[in-house]
């Protein structure tokens, strides 16, 4: 079954500087890719997310990018915000089936330091 | 939000002792699950619906079962609570044909 890798598991930033969250995934037949952000104690909630069929996908500060060939993913986030301050999951799903099963990665906490 | 609710929000229990955590959505979704969140484990499926008494297993299912005899419930049981369980458990729905996840509020579960 599909497995995805998920690095850093922690990540500091200064407020105003990028971002990076890298993940990978195991299963070729994967199409899909969300992303989710989770303040704590709240549920997690999708921020983007990307196909198979498209490379790189941008959302005002936030962007992702795909290498399909490698079989990893990627998070940016420009201008980091105190706010942008959670736990970011990578997931991956294979949309051919009928029940969108997905796979997430272990999670990365992002701090942003003022 | 989805218009998806869990109940209840916290519960802590004994070891040995049977747990049913219920997940209600108000949209008429098809595809319901139950995740289990610990960490540096992110989200893990424990169970998943794809209809009224359609169910299967996730890739962690041992010591759980779920029931669905209404498209709006989705039910987790843990028949003999261990400590293991202990967990935050969120419960999602999907919409087909668009891949995306929405989740409940989750349920914190501890068992002692």
């Known amino acids: 079954g599909e497995n995805v890798e998920q690095h850093p598991s922690t990540l500091s930033v200064q407020e105003g500087d990028s971002a990076v969250i890298k993940c990978t995934y195991s299963?070729?037949?994967?199409?899909?890719f969300p992303w989710y952000k989770q303040e704590l104690g709240k549920r997690p909630q999708l921020i983007i997310d990307i196909r198979s069929n498209v490379g790189e996908k941008k959302d005002q500060r936030i962007a992702v990018t795909l290498n399909k060939t490698a079989k990893h993913f990627s998070l940016h986030i420009t201008e980091t915000q105190p706010e942008d301050s959670a736990v970011y999951f990578c997931?991956?799903?294979?949309?051919?089936?009928?029940?969108?099963?997905?796979?997430f990665g272990p999670g990365t906490s992002l701090s942003v330091i003022p | 939000d989805a218009g998806i609710t869990q109940s209840p929000r916290h519960k802590v229990t004994e070891t040995g002792t049977p747990v049913t955590l219920r997940c209600h959505q108000t949209?008429?979704?098809?595809?319901m699950y139950w995740y289990r969140q610990d960490p540096g484990h992110g989200l893990r499926l424990i169970h998943y619906s794809y209809g009224v008494k359609d169910t299967d297993k996730g890739e962690v299912s041992d010591g759980y079962s779920v029931s669905r005899s209404k498209t709006e419930d989705f039910l987790l049981t843990l028949e003999s609570a261990t400590s293991s369980q202990t967990s935050v458990y969120f419960c999602a729905i999907s919409v087909p044909g668009t891949d995306t996840q929405y989740f409940g509020p989750g349920t914190r579960l501890t068992v002692l």
């Open positions: 299963d070729s037949a994967s199409n899909y």
């Open positions: 997931a991956a799903s294979n949309g051919q089936t009928s029940y969108d099963k997905v796979i």
């Open positions: 949209e008429n979704h098809r595809y």
